[in-house]
């Protein structure tokens, strides 16, 4: 078993922290509202740190889940950041959804001091965090991966290494777009099935069986047709995510004209005060419009 360090309590990181502890990892967390990481001790077990860096001293792992770019360099290299407690061998797993940009920059600071670097984005919602069944999709040295792989298996379902420093990002870019075209067509098939007067659970019974079936019309179509929108991800996160994503195609040259569009729909939810439902909340802008 490993020691490891847990930045980032969120909805992801607090069960995937307490998966490593009941694995029998030796687990200290470090959250930046305290009373998370209290709560999180009081009910797994393991210790917490005030802050990043002494949550890292002496870890063999660092895993990290946090919000954005500017949050991961916060906790990778700024003042009590964790690469100023780790120890040369030592590897820091990324979990976040951040820019290519930044993981590279992180990867190359890690390099520098010894460090091992994974950029490792995470796909399956807070279900598939409690649940312990996430798709893990990495970028990074590939003895890098092969040491910290057994660690993230605990929590996952699917780990797999897709190539170089970055592509574990681009890779959930990919994960990004697919999942927003999904949902606007899960969203107008619904809202048709409400206005031509069917029975959107008949319906969903029916289509769900054939080549319209998903993930996303598995799990959400009830609460969609309930209007209820307070599971998993939330639309504010999407849309930073689906900036990332619409920034690294002006960059590579990619089109993505659903994707943007999609954006802009989410943007709409926003003004609905729609920022914290899930974003199956797509439904609500159907509605909305009559």
């Not at 040259?253 to 199956?280: I, M």
Request: aromatic fraction near 6%.
């Amino acid at each position: 078993m490993a020691k490891v360090a847990f930045l980032g309590l969120g909805v992801m990181g607090y069960p995937m922290a307490g998966h490593l502890q009941a694995a029998g990892h030796d687990v200290t967390v470090y959250n930046r509202t305290a009373s998370k990481a209290e709560a999180w001790v009081d009910q797994h077990g393991g210790a917490m740190a005030a802050t990043p860096k002494e949550a890292a001293t002496g870890a063999d792992f660092v895993m990290a889940c946090v919000g954005n770019d500017d949050d991961l360099r916060s906790v990778c290299t700024g003042e009590s950041g964790a690469f100023h407690g780790m120890t040369a061998g030592a590897t820091f797993v990324d979990h976040t959804t951040v820019s290519a940009k930044v993981t590279r920059e992180l990867y190359e600071a890690a390099q520098a001091k010894g460090l091992g670097f994974v950029d490792a984005p995470i796909s399956g919602g807070q279900a598939g965090a409690e649940n312990a069944v996430l798709s893990i999709m990495c970028g990074g040295d590939q003895p890098v991966f092969d040491a910290a792989e057994p660690v993230m298996q605990v929590y996952s379902k699917i780990c797999r290494r897709i190539g170089e420093s970055g592509a574990g990002q681009m890779t959930k870019m990919c994960n990004q777009i697919a999942i927003a075209g999904l949902v606007q067509g899960l969203s107008e098939a619904l809202h048709f099935a409400e206005k031509a007067g069917l029975d959107g659970r008949a319906v969903v019974e029916v289509i769900s069986q054939g080549a319209a079936g998903s993930w996303q019309m598995a799990n959400r179509y009830e609460t969609m047709l309930d209007d209820h929108f307070d599971h998993g991800f939330a639309v504010d996160w999407m849309r930073k995510d689906l900036g990332i994503c619409l920034d690294t195609a002006d960059e590579t040259g990619a089109s993505l004209p659903v994707t943007a569009l999609v954006d802009q729909f989410y943007k709409d939810v926003q003004k609905l005060g729609g920022g914290r439902w899930d974003t199956s909340s797509l439904i609500k802008r159907l509605r909305a419009l009559g």
